[in-house]
């Protein structure tokens, strides 16, 4: 096992610590660009309180709304004029994860002078790989896609309907505050999504790592089913406040690399969702829960680590089936299912609309973004152009 762990944000998390965002913005700027969404956070008074805080403190704000989900390159260079113009020092996004990304690629944008595009991963490699970006602070309000610990951010290119990510050590946030009452009005679909996102994060790394991970798989097993009971209990409860705390550490646990360190899988359904919401522009996890169990079905009955997915459906579902590994891993894909039903995510293209007339472009573009020396999706088992398409369909 090789391991090499790094994760510089400060963590602050806890029921009511929105109030603590001025203290630790004050140490690293004067005057903030504030990057949020579609303006949930105007709504439900979080913006208003972290004013009331940042004020306190003494720290100046811009405003930077309207960051789409999907963020798209324009917003990103739309935030990076903002801070030009007028001379900010420190970004805060508080959001979804699409807010969060966005001041990721504008933190590093602002301090590069060429178009902020060419850092994003498309065809093997970046033009620019950021080695600097502004101090970031994230105010998470929907737990998700970690991204307030971590150091990856996914843009869309609306012209050519390209999706795809950077992630390099200059991105990783300075201070995460992670205030759980934030998630409270969340919506219930955005609730299960983010529910279906964090799985998806674990089980990525779980059933593509390398063997000989113990300690990650056990770590990935217990905050997959932590995830899934209190998920649940979010989801039909969105005002459960230790459901929705439980919920926001999984997702942070799920994707700030400590969870799977020295696990070095591959993110194959992450890859081909990528790609699908950047030509239809959906909702990234619901392009998961569709993928994920077909690709699950696909690994099992072609050379996946059989063990760990039977594992993964005694461990979470309590299936055995006499020691049939395969039966009882398809069986623990059919429960996974069912689940991801009950937290109202689809399983299906169809239920969105999508025919499969793109199949095609999409393993194409997918493997145009990553591949491994032999034109495959890195994977286990690794993904030709074919099995994509079979996935899919
Ligand atoms: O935009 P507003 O008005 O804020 O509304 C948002 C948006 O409509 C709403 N929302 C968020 N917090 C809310 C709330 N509504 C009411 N109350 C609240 N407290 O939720 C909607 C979705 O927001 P978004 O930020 O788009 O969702 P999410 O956090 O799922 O982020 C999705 C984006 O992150 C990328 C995805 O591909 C997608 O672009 N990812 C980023 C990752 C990373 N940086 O590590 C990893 C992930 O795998 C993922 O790819
Ligand atoms: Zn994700």
């Not at 309180?49 to 999907?70: D, Q």
């Not at 690994?299 to 020691?323: C, E, M, P, W």
């Not at 293209?349 to 095609?360: G, T």
Request: proline content about 4%.
């Amino acid at each position: 096992m090789q391991i090499s762990f790094f994760n510089p944000t400060r963590l602050v998390f806890g029921k009511g610590k929105l109030k603590e965002l001025g203290s630790y913005a004050k140490e690293y700027g004067k005057k903030a660009l504030i990057v949020y969404g579609g303006g949930s956070i105007k709504k439900n008074g979080v913006f208003d309180s972290a004013i009331a805080s940042l004020k306190e403190a003494g720290i100046e704000y811009v405003e930077c709304g309207g960051i789409e989900p999907n963020p798209k390159i324009d917003s990103v260079r739309r935030g990076i004029d903002l801070i030009r113009k007028n001379g900010c020092d420190l970004i805060i996004a508080i959001g979804g994860g699409s807010a969060m990304d966005c001041s990721k690629a504008i933190g590093a944008g602002a301090l590069y002078d060429g178009d902020p595009w060419d850092m994003i991963f498309h065809g093997q490699e970046n033009v620019y790989i950021p080695t600097r970006c502004m101090p970031i602070i994230t105010v998470p309000t929907l737990a998700a896609t970690g991204s307030e610990m971590n150091p990856g951010a996914v843009i869309s290119n609306s012209e050519t309907h390209e999706k795809s990510f950077v992630q390099t050590d200059a991105l990783f946030p300075k201070v995460a505050v992670v205030d759980p009452t934030l998630t409270i009005t969340v919506p219930k679909n955005q609730t299960g999504y983010g529910v279906c996102d964090i799985i998806v994060h674990l089980t990525e790394s779980y059933f593509n790592g390398v063997d000989g991970t113990p300690i990650q798989d056990d770590f990935a097993l217990a905050t997959i089913k932590n995830c899934m009971q209190y998920g649940l209990k979010a989801y039909q409860d969105g005002s459960d406040l230790e459901a929705r705390e439980q919920v926001q550490w999984s997702s942070i646990l799920a994707l700030n690399g400590f969870v799977n360190c020295g696990t070095n899988g591959g993110f194959p359904v992450h890859m081909i969702e990528h790609t699908v919401s950047g030509i239809y522009d959906i909702t990234h996890a619901a392009g998961l829960a569709i993928i994920n169990p077909s690709w699950m079905r696909f690994a099992i009955t072609h050379g996946g680590n059989v063990d760990k997915f039977a594992r993964f459906a005694s461990y979470l579902f309590g299936i055995q089936n006499d020691g049939d590994k395969v039966k009882t891993a398809l069986a623990g894909v059919d429960e996974y299912e069912k689940f991801l039903k009950k937290i109202g995510c689809p399983v299906r293209f169809s239920e969105l609309d999508i025919d499969e007339s793109n199949y095609e472009k999409i393993a194409d573009v997918t493997l145009k973004v990553i591949h491994d020396g032999e034109g495959k999706l890195p994977a286990r088992p690794s993904l030709s152009k074919a099995d994509i398409m079979n996935i899919l369909k």
